[in-house]
């Protein structure tokens, strides 16, 4: 059973271009999250989404930030014209039904976003 | 809203010695789930253990437990003969079980290193 797959791992983009970050949850699993880790830090949460919802986008940044999952495909994190304070380490995690699995949830192994 | 405070950015042990690493959090809810994660520096994090709120025995996982204490909203990780394996940053984190699917809130981590 594959875990949270996140792609790319890691992503080199100039200032003022855009990030494209892909979460495919585990298998069986309706609900994606995103966080967003700076050097040092904890994770700070961004975003909940459930298929073709945004359920919580109270940690998004108001601007250039946006995330969807639709209802075929990877759930997709957005980042437009691109600064050097985006750069950080982004981890997905799913978590099954409410109540099923005990809510725990798994995390991807990250993507890591350097605006140069 | 919910916090989670851990105190001790840096700890370190003797292989083979126990640790302690602590973490307290506060709520006004009395449901929840309180997990530890790893984060080696691999990055990916990795669940070491987890807590539901109404059950009152410690949880274990092997060389892992937990001291939980409700009533100070304290939950401590414990790690017993500690192995170089086990050098990593630690993340306590606090999930509501009131609301379905709620996201993880974390502290900004314990950084562990292990002496051989």
């Known amino acids: 059973n594959a875990g949270v797959m996140q792609n790319p791992r890691h992503l080199v983009r100039r200032r003022g271009q855009e990030a494209r970050l892909r979460c495919s949850p585990m298998?069986?699993?309706?609900?994606v999250y995103w966080y967003r880790q700076l050097p040092e830090e904890g994770l700070k949460f961004m975003v909940y989404?459930?298929?073709?919802?945004?359920?919580?986008e109270s940690g998004m940044p108001k601007e250039r930030f946006s995330a969807e999952f639709p209802k075929e495909g990877p759930s997709i994190l957005r980042i437009q014209q691109v600064v050097r304070g985006d750069s950080a380490a982004y981890f997905c995690?799913?978590?099954?039904?409410?109540?099923?699995?005990?809510?725990?949830?798994?995390f991807g192994e990250g993507s890591w976003l350097t605006v140069v | 809203a919910q916090t989670v405070t851990q105190s001790q950015p840096e700890m370190s042990v003797q292989e083979a010695e126990t640790v302690t690493l602590s973490c307290t959090y506060d709520?006004?809810?009395?449901?929840?789930?309180l997990f530890w994660y790893k984060q080696p520096p691999s990055r990916q994090m990795i669940l070491v253990i987890r807590?539901?709120?109404?059950?009152?025995q410690n949880a274990t996982e092997n060389r892992f437990s937990v001291n939980f204490q409700k009533a100070a909203k304290s939950f401590s990780l414990k790690i017993s003969d500690s192995q170089l394996g086990d050098a990593a940053m630690y993340f306590c984190?606090?999930?509501?079980?009131?609301?379905?699917?709620?996201?993880?809130?974390f502290g900004k981590g314990t950084r562990l290193s292990v002496i051989a």
């Open positions: 984190a606090y999930r509501s079980a009131n609301s379905g699917n709620t996201p993880l809130v």
């Open positions: 995690a799913s978590s099954p039904r409410t109540g099923a699995s005990g809510n725990t949830i798994y």
């Open positions: 709520t006004s809810e009395s449901d929840y789930y």
């Open positions: 298998k069986g699993h309706s609900h």
């Open positions: 807590q539901e709120a109404y059950k009152q």
């Open positions: 989404l459930q298929k073709e919802n945004i359920i919580d």
